[in-house]
């Protein structure tokens, strides 16, 4: 093994270790544990990641970067912004019913809590959150909207509402708060809906209604739920002016 080879073993140990301890710990996690359970040294961690920080922000970064771009990848660059924005929701709304969900949630929570208890860290973790939502102002900016495009001041309002939006519905999803909590086993989202690749799939669908408090929140969980309250968003008040 090179000493480079080496060097990104022991960085991928500490990443999985860290990420272990954070769900578990949260702001109680110690860098001694963490490396420690990586079979290492806590030199290994200011050698790699120069501070305790510095690897949290390192495991924040290696925690964002596959979620966006999973998503980006079930948004074709031809679509319009409309079935774009769907298709973006649906695919989120997909994530919650990931059997590793909870403990996603877990972390990011965790990782919210330590930003929010250490004044330190707080920017460096607002800073890397904001450098992914670049993504999505990049994922929407050019696409065609109402006879024009949409411009990277406009995806960027609409990606800042997006991800607010998405967070707090898949939260509730997989806490249990909107709809009823999955059973073990119970079949995925419908597929025989309409997705964003359809003709009709910028269109709210109203063909089915609720008929009971308990479809309601079933309804509320669905993919075209998101897909609906995701292209709510697509309105001049929250695009503003180009």
Known sequence: MTRAQAKERNRRALLDSAR???????????????????????GAVYSLFGS??????????DYLGPHYEDLEQAVPPGLG???????????????????DARRHLSFEI????????????GPRFAASVR???????????GRAHDGAVLTPRQARRLATALRGLLI??????????????????????????????DPH???????EQPTSRQ????????????????????????????
Do not use: N
């Open 168 to 197: 707090g519905l898949s939260q509730g999803v997989v806490l249990g708060l909107i709809g009823p909590a999955p059973e073990p086993g119970a079949p995925g989202p419908d597929t025989s809906r309409p997705h964003a690749s």
């Open 81 to 99: 912004l409309a079935d774009a924005v769907g298709a973006f929701a649906r695919r989120y709304r997909r994530l919650c019913d990931d059997p």
């Open 110 to 121: 965790s990782m919210q809590d330590m930003a929010l208890r250490d004044p330190g860290l």
């Open 52 to 61: 305790k920080d510095g690897l949290l922000i390192a495991l924040l970064t």
């Open 131 to 141: 450098a992914h939502e670049e993504r999505l102002t990049a994922l929407f900016a």
């Open 20 to 42: 272990q301890v954070v769900a578990r710990d949260g702001h109680r996690a110690r860098l001694e544990e963490i490396a420690e359970q990586a079979g290492l040294t806590t």
């Open 201 to 207: 799939a910028s269109r709210p669908d109203t063909s």
């Open 215 to 242: 479809d309601a929140g079933e309804e509320y969980a669905s993919e075209r739920y998101f897909a609906d309250a995701a292209r709510a968003l697509v309105t001049p008040p929250v695009l503003g002016p180009p």
